[in-house]
T-cell receptor, first 112, second 113 residues
């Protein structure tokens, strides 16, 4: 079946640098995408979402980019801080369905 | 800020026993969900609930699972006869719109011995 997947299981960055976390999706019908941050022992925390009619969406220190041609989603975190250390998941939905399909997660480690 | 709350945070049970996991969704949300995450694996969809009925369920959500909204605030997941492979973190979530911008609780870690 089609699924969402991540290229890099672990990303290590220096504090203050920008981080880019990538996600590939295979369902061309997906029309809604969302990024979650999960800290140890906590539930997924909403970061930002984007619909397929957009290529880019910005939040506070975060930007999500969507490339539908290559079915690729990325999360950019500006000026990464130690508090950004967590596992980041992308998830997809299509046709306003009930179910989010999650990717495997990328662990972001921020070095002081 | 409103949040989804889950109790208990940890539940240990013997195989074959029934467990009930409890959740209080965000008050103005209409859509409720249960997901689970086995250690080191992806977050997996179990079931969605809207207007007092199940709107969608996954293959994982077999006859041993049930959900209920017993009153205006609580949303529960019952596992009737737990199996070892049911050990996981169970997350409740809610949203204003179907399948979008889900807010998750902190989870219940279920350990089946």
């Amino acid at each position: 079946g089609e699924s969402v997947g991540l290229h890099l299981p672990t990303l290590s960055v220096q504090e203050g640098d920008n981080s880019i976390i990538n996600c590939a999706y295979s369902n061309s019908a997906s029309d809604y995408f969302i990024w979650y941050k999960q800290e140890s022992g906590k539930g997924p925390q909403f970061i930002i979402d984007i619909r397929s009619n957009m290529d880019k969406r910005q939040g506070q220190r975060v930007t999500v980019l969507l490339n539908k041609t290559v079915k690729h989603l990325s999360l950019q975190i500006a000026a990464t801080q130690p508090g950004d250390s967590a596992v980041y998941f992308c998830a997809e939905n299509y046709n306003a369905g009930n179910m989010l399909t999650f990717g495997g997660g990328t662990r972001l480690m921020v070095k002081p | 800020e409103p949040e989804v709350t889950q109790t208990p945070s940890h539940q240990v049970t013997q195989m074959g026993q029934e467990v009930i996991l409890r959740c209080v969704p965000i008050s103005n949300h209409l859509y409720f969900y249960w997901y689970r995450q086995i250690l080191g694996q992806k977050v997996e969809f179990l079931v969605s609930f809207y207007n007092n009925e199940i709107s969608e369920k996954s293959e994982i959500f077999d006859d041993q699972f049930s959900v209920e909204r017993p009153d205006g605030s609580n949303f529960t997941l019952k596992i009737r006869s737990t199996k070892l492979e049911d050990s996981a973190m169970y997350f409740c979530a809610s949203s204003e719109n179907r399948g979008e911008k889900l807010f998750f609780g902190s989870g219940t870690q279920l350990s089946v011995l």
